[in-house]
């Protein structure tokens, strides 16, 4: 049944998929989506020449951001190699234009999975060897790259717990696709077992750990003059956001006298607004950018490009925005690198399997609305052998996750070698 079905994806004709794709962008239009690109049917121009290729690819921003630092040493590793990185997501898209523009030599989208398309786009780029990170099984581009004996690897691999029960009614067909890779490289020792027994290659299903833990610590060169005040951290807030923080740390401040707030929205053109909120609550705050310290305030305006990483080194505990309205949430890493325990709101789509492996660890916490956020804040800052304990998680969580990016970096050096 599952080859049955194998054939009949592999035999779907081409003009089939261009048929429906005008339906597909009057709904998207609805949605106020832009158009299916046409470079999905590969309708790019590049053309590749060279025998020495590698393709990464990546579906969308939290993807593309976990392969940062893994494209970067690839390029520095095999400077002979060209590589194109691929994305099926617009802001993915423009993530990877925006960060690896300079130096990849095609960014453009990953195929339409109808047969003819993905060996069109097979034969245009013509890889040597291709990465797909996490959990992108898409049969026809996978049965075309094994047709042309291309080295195919999933990298940082995943299956989750809502997934794995659908995988599982499906895995003869799974199978199938699996059997294409040339190994499948998890993120840990439960995804192993999951793609193995999904049809992944025992002896090639290795574990890499998790290269989204490969980031490392920014310098910090900033003196904010907090002395031995407590520090909260409001990072990357967002509209509606800034009102909960100051109410919290009005709260707080009743409880711990010496606490400080730095509050960095996500865009600078909001600053005015914040401004206001922070006038209308009679604050006492200054500006980064008029060099303003916390010797004589209590709340400071990180309103300055580039610094936000830096100074989660100064802060207790990081509270990530983003996480209380539509956002999706932003990376908490950057902070727990430090050991500083982090705390967001429900909505932490784009980072929700880094928040589950923090927050299984202990050393990050999700809560569902501005009386959780007070009251987990309050137990940090307040209960010190608690607090100790977030730090200590953070470090271990760190040690158990990193590896990744040498890991995939010795492999790729034994494939093209």
Known sequence: M???????????PGWIVVCIIPFINLIRKIKNKAPVPKEKFCQFDYQNDSSKLIMIHGVSVGE???????????????????????????????????????????ITYFPLDFYKNTKKFLEKINPSVILIAETEL?????????????????????????????????????????????????????????????????????VMKNLKFEIEKKECDIDLKKGDSKLLIAASTHKGEEEIVVRTY??????????????????LTRVESVVKILNNNSLNFGYRTKNDDFSTKDVLLLDTLGELSKTYKLCDIAFIGGSFNKTGGHNPLEAAIFSKPTVSGPCIKNFRDIYSILENDGASFVVKNEKELYNTLEKLFLDEAFYSNSQQNCKKCFSNQQGALKFVVNELKKIIN
């Open 2 to 12: 599952a080859k049955i079905l194998l054939y009949i994806i592999k035999s779907v």
């Open 250 to 267: 009005k709260k707080l401040k009743e409880k711990v006298s010496n606490l400080k707030l730095l509050l960095a929205p996500r865009h």
């Open 64 to 106: 593309v951001l976990s392969l940062e630092n893994l494209i970067r040493e690839i390029k520095k590793q095999f400077p002979s190699y060209k590589l194109v990185i691929t994305t099926g997501t617009l802001t993915g898209q423009q993530l990877a234009q925006k960060k690896y523009g300079v130096f990849a030599d095609c």
């Open 138 to 206: 898409w049969p026809n581009f996978c049965f075309c790259a094994y047709e042309k004996n291309i080295p195919l690897y999933l990298i940082n691999a995943r299956i989750s717990d809502k997934s794995y029960p659908s995988y599982l009614k499906i895995k003869e067909f799974t199978k199938l696709i699996l059997e294409c890779f040339s190994g499948v490289f998890c993120q840990s020792e439960i995804d192993k077992k999951r793609f193995i027994a999904l049809g992944a290659k025992k002896d090639s299903t290795l």
